[in-house]
């Protein structure tokens, strides 16, 4: 059979040792067939981010959450006392948060043990306050499973997408929000305020001030689901590693614990 004459085929790759063009077997419909049956390439054989790995490692690492979620309100519900033991673990969560986020590459062990503790933090809170206003919890759990779930839909959609400006204004939000917290948590402990939720319990026209700020915090955890999820969709464009993918998970539990507890405060406060 003569040698190939496409250029393509002109690098040493497809030459022999005297530099002439390897000649090409022929290939059966049957060989050709097998070749396009063959899987195509995954993250674990091409050790790159994707997002499938992405989503199953979020699978795993929720599933740790909630297994500590489960251990926290069995463990406040059977000893009260144990209080003191959850408030440890929020710290350490705490912890191993800044942690996770200011270390220069993911650390699955580091995330799955911060997703555990978080979890018997999150748990015992949720049963403080299940046994003040029955039901919240379940309506806190759907809620942020309705946020999470239109959010993803819009992302996946092309109808929501992360822009410089909405980023900034975004961050000018989340940090006059964090500024609020601190003063609200200060007034209460200073004893300025003895109202339950302190200037959450406050009304505007007749409307607490919490829900008004409730709608508002939504709002921001909505547009940090976006930006999580852009930030992982930019990974896997940019081939990025594969253990990569586990910061993506980091994000958006940080985002989704925050959005449930801030529901859960919302949905409290309308309680109240």
């Known amino acids: 059979m003569a040698a190939s004459n496409n250029p393509a085929f002109n690098n040493r790759a497809f030459q022999g040792a005297n530099g002439q063009t390897l000649a090409v077997p022929p290939v059966s419909a049957d060989q050709l067939q097998d070749m396009y049956n063959q899987p195509a390439a995954g ?10 790995d992405t989503v ?14 489960a251990a926290g ?44 503790v978080q ?17 919240v919890v379940g309506q806190a759990v759907l809620a942020t499973l309705a946020v999470v779930g239109v959010t993803l839909a819009l992302f996946a959609s092309g109808k929501v997408r992360a822009s410089k400006r909405a980023t900034k204004i975004f961050m000018i939000g989340m940090v006059g929000y964090l500024v609020y917290s601190l003063i609200n948590v200060g007034l ?28 508002f ?23 990025a590693p594969r253990k990569y993918g586990w910061t993506g998970v980091f994000g958006i539990m940080l985002t989704v614990i925050w959005l449930y507890l801030q529901i859960l405060r919302m949905l409290a406060i309308a309680r109240d």
């Open 43 to 52: 993250s674990v054989q091409t050790d790159r981010m994707s997002v499938e």
């Open 56 to 69: 199953m490692k979020s699978i795993i690492a929720f599933g740790v959450l909630l297994m500590g979620a």
């Open 73 to 116: 309100w069995l463990l406040v519900s059977v000893a009260p006392s144990a209080m003191s033991v959850v408030m440890l673990a929020g710290i350490v969560g705490f912890v191993l948060a800044l942690v996770n986020i200011f270390k220069k590459e993911p650390s699955p062990p580091l995330i799955m043990a911060y997703a555990a």
């Open 119 to 135: 979890g018997v933090f999150v748990g015992a809170i949720s049963l403080a306050f299940e046994t003040m206003y029955p039901g």
């Open 188 to 215: 209460m402990a200073f004893g300025v305020i003895d109202t339950g939720f302190g200037l959450d319990s406050r009304e505007v026209f007749g409307i607490p001030l919490g829900l008004i700020l409730g709608v």
């Open 217 to 239: 915090v939504v709002l921001l955890g909505a547009y940090s689901l976006v930006l999580d999820f852009d930030a992982i969709q930019q990974g896997v464009r940019n081939r």
